[in-house]
């Protein structure tokens, strides 16, 4: 007999029990980052620095002599590109820390992510609930790692379990 899943109970993040340290999580599809995603996130967020949207001026005056996508951009793709694998059940992001821009990342390049599970605990302060630690890594194309960070989310067991 055929099984049916749904994908508001499987595939939008898990509980803290599902989790295992070192559990890897290759998120997909990746991004391919265009010249307007670029230079509409720079305006909405008023970072509209040249380095992002001027062209004659990278040409001319930066070492890669072509714009750079904005870091914050590269951050928030990352981000919501791991919201399906690990924190669409989450009750709250609870910080995030270790952000690093390592390379730059240019208009047409595609931006891939993964996830590693660093930790997990059950809160101290909320029963039925706990604490979810992740690093996540951004790589273009060509597997160059672009961007790294390690956050926090507060998760809910599994119904039924208890701290």
Request: charge should be negative; aromatic fraction near 8%.
């Amino acid at each position: 007999m055929p099984r049916v899943h749904s994908a508001r109970d499987e595939r939008f993040g898990s509980y803290l029990d599902d989790y295992e340290i070192g559990d890897v999580f290759k998120h997909w599809p990746g991004k391919t980052v265009t010249e307007a995603d670029d230079h509409l996130f720079c305006l909405l967020t008023m970072a509209a620095s040249p380095l992002h949207i001027d062209r004659h001026f990278a040409a001319t005056e930066m070492a890669q002599g072509r714009n750079v996508v904005v870091g914050t951009y590269v951050y928030s793709l990352l981000l919501g590109m791991s919201v399906p694998d690990i924190s669409g059940r989450a009750v709250a992001n609870l910080g995030l820390s270790e952000l690093r821009h390592l390379a730059p990342l240019f208009h047409g390049d595609t931006l891939y992510g993964e996830t590693e599970i660093l930790a997990q605990r059950p809160s101290a302060s909320r029963q039925g609930e706990g604490v979810l630690t992740v690093r996540t890594d951004g790589f273009n194309q060509d597997r160059l790692k672009v961007c790294t960070f390690t956050r926090s989310v507060l998760l809910p067991l599994r119904p039924g379990k208890d701290a």
